[in-house]
């Protein structure tokens, strides 16, 4: 997977993301799945079992996710 260097990622404000799809992208830095649109960005947490679930507030870091 190719690194996106113009990509942060919204969680961890990391470099370390690669895009999974179109206006999808993967963070390996704090293994959070976004989706960016034009209604804002949207986090994910990948379960063990391949599922995403949505993160409507990011822990430790104290501010709400963008719906």
Known sequence: ?????DV????????????VGTGQ???WDC???FQ???RGTRLYRVESDGELSRIERLEGLGHEVVS
């Open 1 to 5: 997977m190719a690194m996106m260097p």
């Open 8 to 19: 942060l990622c919204p969680g961890c404000r990391g470099k370390n993301v690669g895009k």
């Open 25 to 27: 992208f993967y963070c």
């Open 31 to 33: 293994y959070i799945e």
């Open 36 to 38: 960016v649109s034009a």
